[in-house]
T-cell receptor
Framework: AQSVTQLGSHVSVSEGALVLLRCNYSSSVPPYLFWYVQYPNQGLQLLLKYTSAATLVKGINGFEAEFKKSETSFHLTKPSAHMSDAAEYFCAVIGAKAAGNKLTFGGGTRVLVKP | DGGITQSPKYLFRKEGQNVTLSCEQNLNHDAMYWYRQDPGQGLRLIYYSQIVNDFQKGDIAEGYSVSREKKESFPLTVTSAQKNPTAFYLC???????????FGDGTRLSIL
């Protein structure tokens, strides 16, 4: 069975500061990993995905994530936070042989950006 | 533009009533999914369908039902057996194994 753990349900950063959101996964097979962002009362929007082509993945809105197999981690970063980054972020995993392409989500991290 | 349309955006249910949430996609995706989101929790899978006329239960299917008569449509019925239906419901679709899911903007269901 696969699982995803996001450390910290809430993160507060100052505008212009580094954003770091942590995600650790467990999977019995090489995983496919995703980060999604959710703005209030909206659906989830894909930020980036890891599909084994490269360990450092660049996404939209200046975000990137690094896959570290030895640490079973896929942390999300952005060098300089913007007010528009205030949202909830979800890490998700598909085990390579998961039936039905089912995603397993972490509990989410809500980001607050202070001016 | 291709995408997923969920309707209505807000829905109210009376005690003992069944309600149906609509989900339509024009992405030509084979697979569709329904999730429930509660405050402070991640998304939990209710039902999913990989192909027309076929669907499987997810992790929290009790009190819900679905149908998949057309590729582009995957309606979810919240039955009176679901005792705690107040939540944000999200529909998604995907194409191909290990591909990301695309989400609609959700329906917020409340109890009158």
């Amino acid at each position: 069975a696969q699982s995803v753990t996001q450390l910290g349900s809430h993160v507060s950063v100052s505008e212009g500061a580094l954003v770091l959101l942590r995600c650790n996964y467990s999977s019995s097979v090489p995983p496919y990993l995703f980060w999604y962002v959710q703005y209030p009362n909206q659906g989830l929007q894909l930020l980036l995905k890891y599909t084994s082509a490269a360990t450092l993945v660049k996404g939209i809105n200046g975000f990137e994530a690094e896959f570290k197999k030895s640490e079973t981690s896929f942390h999300l970063t952005k060098p300089s936070a913007h007010m528009s980054d205030a949202a909830e972020y979800f890490c998700a995993v598909i085990g390579a042989k998961a039936a039905g392409n089912k995603l397993t989500f972490g509990g989410g991290t809500r980001v607050l950006v202070k001016p | 533009d291709g995408g997923i349309t969920q309707s209505p955006k807000y829905l109210f249910r009376k005690e003992g009533q069944n309600v149906t949430l609509s989900c339509e996609q024009n992405l030509n995706h084979d697979a569709m999914y329904w999730y429930r989101q509660d405050p402070g929790q991640g998304l939990r899978l209710i039902y999913y369908s990989q192909i027309v006329n076929d669907f499987q239960k997810g992790d929290i299917a009790e009190g819900y039902s679905v149908s998949r008569e057309k590729k582009e449509s995957f309606p979810l019925t919240v039955t009176s057996a679901q005792k705690n239906p107040t939540a944000f419901y999200l529909c998604a679709s995907s194409q191909g194994r290990n591909q990301p899911q695309h989400f609609g903007d959700g329906t917020r269901l409340s109890i009158l």
